[in-house]
């Protein structure tokens, strides 16, 4: 039962609400629904003046029933542990107030604090690697590409008369946007594992374990893997969607761009801005996996590399490497495009596939004026909202054409009142 604290002042509520507000969209910025789920119930609760008990957010915020009892309370004070850790992160650098939750208490409450002194060393959060093997140099792979992008914005000649964006009926909608789009890139969550003490520690990628959330879950189930494996606040670009990453940015050059990944977006840019995503299906930011999905026709398996039409029941599985045996030729992969409005009437554009060579593929349709009319002739002349999917061919990831199976209009209506995914 929740225990009902001392009142909270008018004041003192509003200032917890608001510090509350900048605090949530950096957690949400993490892709972490179980810490945006505990900040706002402790957040909530403090505002009212309650202090919950460990049952109390067990029930709440993972649901009655979805973990064993004797797991509640370990489950919570991770939870709660990490949530501290994300606000020391968020107010490493920052001096006066900030929002602290007390040890051995489930409370936010608004404390001030002594400026920094000159000189004293603030924590650092940790750098983000974008390689599947050698992080460092992944990292130098996307500066460069980020670079390169940031390049042709600023470089970049705004919009003519025959600027052939202007014209494109599939793209006319971001020309007339004032607002920079964000070019967002799809990531994969990836850990570091050191299983003693006389082995190098290495960049792991899971694809059961794809998110920090999913990490904390696993090591719940598995205590005996703690202090081998760690969360190091790691991302990966496939490298193969790099191609179609600088081809896309080259193409949009006439618009102001502002080049991001998949476990960056946030609810404020999804809001503000135009947004075009590009990367594989599973690389699929949650903020537009959900909505998507709720009005698609298709349905996605567990990693995206099959997709049904849910009307008809037929299937579309990729040929991916991670598929097929040994010695076998990837021959057949899947594009998928669609664009829709955000929740602010912006238009959002998804540059996808079922693979890496998909994502290639999609990128050249969707910049070829040809290929944009025949796709709205499909269509019936209305690229506000639909989907399309295409057949690819492609051998050892290249691809060598495509063929345009299905294209139909999806109903935008309503998509962002839920905001949990479906798929």
């Known amino acids: 039962m929740t225990t009902q604290g001392d009142p909270v002042a008018d004041a003192t509520a509003r200032a917890l609400a608001e510090e509350g507000r900048l605090v949530r969209n950096f957690i949400a910025s993490h892709r972490s629904d179980t810490l945006l789920r505990i900040f706002d119930f402790l957040l909530q609760q403090s505002i009212e003046g309650r202090r919950p008990k460990e049952t109390d957010i067990a029930e709440d915020v993972f649901g009655e029933g979805r973990i064993a009892p004797g797991q509640q309370g370990a489950r919570v004070r991770v939870g709660v542990y990490r949530l501290r850790k994300k606000l020391d992160q968020f107010y490493a650098t920052s001096q006066g107030a900030r929002l602290t939750i007390p040890q051995g208490e489930y409370a936010v409450l608004l404390q001030t604090r002594e400026p920094l002194n000159e000189g004293t060393k603030v924590p650092e959060e940790q750098p983000v690697a974008r390689s599947r093997a050698y992080p460092m140099w992944g990292v130098i792979v996307l500066l460069?590409?980020?670079?390169?992008?940031?390049?042709?914005?600023?470089?970049?000649?705004?919009?003519?008369a025959h600027d052939p964006l202007s014209v494109s009926p599939l793209w006319s909608p971001f020309t007339g946007?004032?607002?920079?789009?964000?070019?967002?890139?799809?990531?994969?969550?990836?850990?570091?594992?050191?299983?003693?003490?006389?082995?190098?520690?290495?960049?792991?990628?899971?694809?059961?374990?794809?998110?920090?959330?999913?990490?904390?879950?696993?090591?719940?189930?598995?205590?005996?893997?703690?202090?081998?494996?760690?969360?190091?606040?790691?991302?990966?670009?496939?490298?193969?969607?790099?191609?179609?990453?600088?081809?896309?940015?080259?193409?949009?050059?006439?618009?102001?761009?502002?080049?991001?990944?998949?476990?960056?977006?946030?609810?404020?840019?999804?809001?503000?801005?135009?947004?075009?995503?590009?990367?594989?299906?599973?690389?699929?930011?949650?903020?537009?996996?959900?909505?998507?999905?709720?009005?698609?026709?298709?349905?996605?398996?567990?990693?995206?590399?099959?997709?049904?039409?849910?009307?008809?029941?037929?299937?579309?599985?990729?040929?991916?490497?991670?598929?097929?045996?040994?010695?076998?030729?990837?021959?057949?992969?899947?594009?998928?495009?669609?664009?829709?409005?955000?929740?602010?009437?912006?238009?959002?554009?998804?540059?996808?596939?079922?693979?890496?060579?998909?994502?290639?593929?999609?990128?050249?349709?969707?910049?070829?004026?040809?290929?944009?009319?025949?796709?709205?002739?499909?269509?019936?002349?209305?690229?506000?909202?639909?989907?399309?999917?295409?057949?690819?061919?492609?051998?050892?990831?290249?691809?060598?054409?495509?063929t345009l199976l299905l294209a139909r209009p999806i109903d935008a209506d309503g998509i962002w009142d839920r905001a949990k995914s479906d798929r």
Not at 144 to 160: D, K, M, S
Not at 222 to 247: R, V, W, Y
Not at 296 to 315: H, L, P, T, V, W
Request: proline share 6%.
């Open 177 to 402: 946007d004032e607002t920079p789009t964000f070019l967002v890139m799809g990531d994969y969550f990836m850990f570091t594992s050191k299983p003693n003490q006389s082995s190098e520690e290495e960049i792991v990628q899971d694809f059961s374990i794809d998110s920090p959330d999913a990490f904390y879950d696993y090591l719940m189930r598995h205590p005996e893997m703690k202090g081998t494996i760690k969360d190091q606040n790691l991302f990966a670009i496939s490298a193969d969607i790099l191609a179609p990453i600088s081809h896309l940015s080259s193409y949009l050059r006439t618009i102001t761009i502002n080049p991001t990944t998949s476990s960056q977006l946030d609810a404020t840019m999804m809001k503000s801005s135009s947004v075009v995503y590009v990367g594989a299906l599973d690389a699929l930011s949650p903020w537009l996996t959900g909505p998507l999905f709720r009005a698609s026709g298709f349905r996605c398996s567990a990693r995206c590399y099959e997709i049904a039409d849910k009307a008809s029941g037929r299937r579309f599985l990729s040929d991916s490497p991670y598929m097929l045996g040994d010695g076998i030729v990837p021959r057949r992969d899947y594009g998928y495009i669609a664009s829709f409005p955000g929740p602010s009437g912006h238009q959002i554009l998804v540059v996808s596939g079922t693979g890496d060579a998909g994502v290639t593929q999609m990128a050249s349709v969707v910049t070829n004026p040809k290929m944009v009319e025949q796709l709205r002739s499909r269509l019936g002349g209305n690229m506000r909202s639909f989907e399309a999917l295409y057949q690819v061919r492609t051998m050892f990831g290249q691809s060598y054409g495509s």
């Open 144 to 160: 460069c590409v980020l670079n390169a992008i940031g390049a042709i914005a600023y470089f970049g000649q705004r919009p003519t």
